[in-house]
């Protein structure tokens, strides 16, 4: 309920409300901890029982791929459950099919693959930055292996399992929990850490631009729905071009994922060209179209509602004393800022 809606609630909480909405913040920060732990504590563990036991001749590219979609797994679907049990939230409401149209949800997808593409490029002029001073991350390996039966898996999990499971955490439970005071705040503050849970920083960048539109028009729809399904058609998009450089051109896919960019352009056979070219200009379009979009979204006046002095009052005031919330982006800036570069 957001406080537009209560002109009676006083503009300075008292200190009994402010212990009240400092503990639901943290019962929030306290989901993103748990989550946290399994993915990278769990995984950890995990990881260091099964060399114990089996030694590293225990991992080849079917039980590799068990493991890398397995712990995300169990970290999303844990802290999934223990949010709505925490929040008392109603999920049930949130799979509406009102409060959108499939023009809707063409324009978040048009929207998502415009800002996909310019998240690329300024995770490209970061890493650029990077390497002049000798530092180089670590990203995500979504390439193809000589496992069937491990390719179908994390495909699966790649392009539909993963997007639901994010979307039901971060434009979900973390959203609807963060939403009730400052709707704004609650849009780029899901954006952010359903940015930085990727843990390097061309994912993060991503996550975050196209976390907002994602966050909004739940809000505005009142359904999780639209998200979801932009959420698979992205992940999808991308998984189908970076499957049809990786077949086409196997040579230059490994020096573009090595971020050997130079040397990848040397390597480039007419073969290779056609979906390089393909994608180059698919993206180029969505971009326009994406600008195009965003302008007519600014100009019909959509945008979310102004806080009230009463919901500011009730944000970020209290959110900063939220402990649970420090520990979550001390994390997270390790994570993302010293553990890739290690």
Known sequence: MDCTNTPQVSVIPDAKEKRAIRLRYNKVGLVLIINTLLFNGLAWAVRVVLEAAFGNGIWNDFTRTIYSCGMPIIAEVTSIILGIYLMKLDFRSMFTREGYTGGTVAK?????????????????????????????????????????????????????????LEELLYRGVILQSMRKYNERFAIFLSAAVFGLMHQNYQQAVLGFLVGIPLAVVTIKSGSIVPAIFTHIFLNTFGTIFNCWIQYSAPELFNQIANG????????????????IIATFVFRMGFMLAALIVGILVLVKGRNMRRPTPAGKARTLPIFITSISWWIVFLSYAYLNLVDPFI
């Open 108 to 164: 978040l997808v048009t929207l998502s693959l415009g800002l996909q593409t310019a998240a690329a490029y300024i995770a490209a002029a970061i890493g650029a930055a990077l390497k002049t001073f000798g530092l180089e991350g670590e990203t995500a390996d979504l390439s193809a292996t000589t496992s069937l039966p491990a390719n179908l898996i994390m495909y699966f999990y790649a392009c539909l399992l993963g997007p639901v």
């Open 260 to 275: 050997d960019i130079m040397t990848a352009v040397d390597m480039i056979s007419p073969e290779a060209m056609i979906p």
